[in-house]
């Protein structure tokens, strides 16, 4: 049994040391230095907690636009998580004028709401012409958690970009979810990432960034996103895929 723990400890030892050797690491193509990035979320710290690392990364080559969805209105507090957002998307070195945030009746924070991908789509459409989006970034199918907003917004940004209401040159990425192991493994997953096609590796100076915009987020900060900061492999590494048109 000794043996059994001590032999854990040395490969959890390992992975970690091998996921510090990997930060601050990326793999995109070369030929997106230079882009418009847009960036769609549902709520209010989706932001940090799933697309940190991917957005510090295009922070340093390119233009980062964030579409967020709902003010996060769910318990009341729309206005005061509508300013929780402004004060993340600054230190995670966005523009003020790049950050649209949505209020609509339509689009409103719902653990069991299904939002309609004709109103997701018909928004997001219309906000990646007004900011020239050549990249749009956005939650898988599952949504990383499995809420129901973020699986609606997958879907309404996939129907905006087959009905062709993006521009007509955007490209589409989605970030991919992973199974309960790896989304809590924080720096082992790095290893196990770098293998993905597309990947983004926070540097530390990116990670400390990140969960100083996740700590702007006062209102959402219970015991168990505390733990999801420390653990999630999010706040350090995302994997994303390419949808074809």
Known sequence: MYAVV???????????????????????????QNRKILFVTAHPDDECMFFGPTIRYFKEIGEVFLLCLSNGNHSGLGEVRGNELQMSTSRLGLKMQNLHLVDSPALQDDPKGDWSKEDVASIVGRYAHVCHADIVITFDDHGVSGHANHQATSKGVQHAFQSKLMPESTLLYQLESVNLLRKYSSFMDCFISSVSNVYSIASLRDIVNIQAAMKCHCTQLTWFRKLYAIFSRYMVVNTLKSVAA
């Not at 001590?6 to 070369?30: D, E, K, N, Q, V």
Request: hydrophobic share 50%; no cysteine; proline share 4%.
């Open 6 to 32: 001590i032999s854990l400890l040395i490969t959890i030892a390992a992975y970690i040391f091998i996921g510090i050797y990997y930060l601050g690491t990326h793999r995109w193509p070369s030929s997106y």
